[in-house]
């Protein structure tokens, strides 16, 4: 196990107990104060620690090298944690609309305590802190499961600051309505980011092409490393959690050796594997009758 699955494992372990953390503080903010909407925070951080406990596993998972059952290995799961995660978020918007509809249908004065929302708000702030964290670590690895997890930290930040302010407004106005109000604000803001997980982790499953960016550098590795050759043609890329695969075909000279032939692509590899992290290579040699005269030029 490399020091950096290591340290991604580490992370995700971490990310269970400050999920714990910060949904007892923030039902006890809502306990203090008796506001639906921070009952809808606090069910977001349920889903919180489901999916932090998720996330730890299908890393665990990811980590695994390959095998003859998994030749390609194990990175996958990652996005089927993320898939989890976004079920989960659909779940608790649900719960939220419940609620907050039975409070607009018996509208409930709010306790005028302010030390709930100073509660809820050192949440929100512990939460930030470990978004940042989980965001930078899990771009850093390439791990699906760390960064999905960040993004639905970053939501649940923001709609805990929205909530906060609208407490706030809701205790000093008297206008109890804006309660459950805002927690129908919160259920939208984290259906949308449930769907916009899943899309992206579908996108992962359905073996999506690298991003544009990278594949324009991946073309211009080619083409300025594979002297010797003609063109490289029919390159396909695909993405499998922190693994990016790319396959081609590199025509060469009908009359020049499997040796020089072979010098070529170990030149194109190990340029790949210096430029991008995590790429698995597949080179297929033709002769220069099958050129297509398109692709990639070599230079």
Same mark, same amino acid.
């Given at each position: 196990? /490399?020091?950096?699955? /290591?340290?991604?494992?580490?992370?995700?372990?971490?990310?269970?107990?400050?999920?714990?953390?910060?949904?007892?503080?923030?039902?006890?903010?809502?306990?203090?104060?008796?506001?639906?909407?921070?009952?809808?925070?606090?069910?977001?951080?349920?889903?919180?620690?489901?999916?932090?406990?998720?996330?730890?596993?299908?890393?665990?998972?990811?980590?695994?090298?390959?095998?003859?059952?998994?030749? *390609?290995? *194990?990175?996958?799961?990652?996005?089927?944690?993320?898939?989890?995660?976004?079920?989960?978020?659909?779940?608790?918007?649900?719960?939220?609309?419940?609620?907050?509809?039975?409070?607009?249908?018996?509208?409930?004065?709010?306790?005028?305590?302010?030390?709930?929302?100073?509660?809820?708000?050192?949440?929100?702030?512990?939460?930030?802190?470990?978004?940042?964290?989980?965001?930078?670590?899990?771009?850093?690895?390439?791990?699906?499961?760390? +960064?999905?997890?960040?993004?639905?930290?970053?939501?649940?930040?923001?709609?805990?600051?929205?909530?906060?302010?609208?407490?706030?407004?809701?205790?000093?106005?008297?206008?109890?309505?804006?309660?459950?109000?805002?927690?129908?604000?919160?259920?939208?803001?984290?259906?949308?980011?449930? *769907?916009?997980?899943?899309?992206?982790?579908?996108?992962?499953?359905?073996?999506?092409?690298?991003?544009?960016?990278?594949?324009?550098?991946?073309?211009?590795?080619?083409?300025?490393?594979?002297?010797?050759?003609?063109?490289?043609?029919?390159?396909?890329?695909?993405?499998?959690?922190?693994? /990016?695969?790319?396959?081609?075909?590199?025509? +060469?000279?009908?009359?020049?050796?499997?040796?020089?032939?072979?010098?070529?692509?170990?030149?194109?590899?190990?340029?790949?594997?210096?430029?991008?992290?995590?790429?698995?290579?597949?080179?297929?040699?033709?002769?220069?009758?099958?050129?297509?005269?398109?692709?990639?030029?070599?230079?």
């Amino acid at each position: 196990m /490399t020091k950096d699955t /290591t340290r991604t494992l580490t992370i995700a372990l971490v990310s269970v107990g400050i999920g714990v953390l910060v949904l007892v503080l923030k039902y006890l903010a809502y306990m203090m104060t008796g506001s639906v909407a921070l009952l809808s925070d606090a069910l977001e951080s349920i889903v919180n620690v489901v999916t932090a406990i998720t996330t730890l596993i299908a890393v665990y998972i990811a980590s695994k090298p390959a095998s003859p059952a998994l030749p *390609y290995g *194990y990175d996958k799961a990652e996005y089927f944690s993320a898939v989890i995660e976004g079920v989960f978020i659909l779940v608790a918007a649900l719960l939220i609309f419940q609620q907050a509809y039975l409070r607009i249908v018996d509208v409930m004065p709010l306790d005028t305590s302010m030390e709930g929302l100073l509660v809820n708000g050192a949440a929100g702030a512990v939460n930030g802190f470990w978004c940042l964290v989980l965001f930078r670590h899990g771009r850093k690895t390439r791990s699906p499961a760390l +960064v999905a997890d960040a993004k639905h930290l970053f939501t649940d930040v923001l709609s805990s600051i929205g909530v906060l302010a609208g407490v706030f407004i809701a205790i000093i106005s008297g206008w109890s309505i804006l309660d459950p109000l805002l927690a129908m604000v919160v259920g939208v803001n984290i259906l949308w980011s449930g *769907y916009r997980l899943v899309s992206e982790s579908v996108g992962g499953l359905m073996d999506v092409a690298a991003p544009e960016e990278q594949l324009t550098r991946i073309r211009d590795i080619i083409s300025t490393n594979a002297h010797g050759a003609i063109e490289a043609h029919d390159v396909r890329t695909r993405q499998s959690g922190r693994k /990016t695969f790319v396959e081609f075909h590199l025509v +060469v000279p009908g009359g020049m050796s499997v040796s020089e032939a072979h010098d070529i692509c170990d030149r194109i590899e190990n340029a790949l594997r210096n430029g991008i992290a995590g790429i698995m290579i597949s080179i297929h040699v033709e002769p220069e009758n099958k050129a297509k005269h398109a692709g990639i030029v070599v230079l």
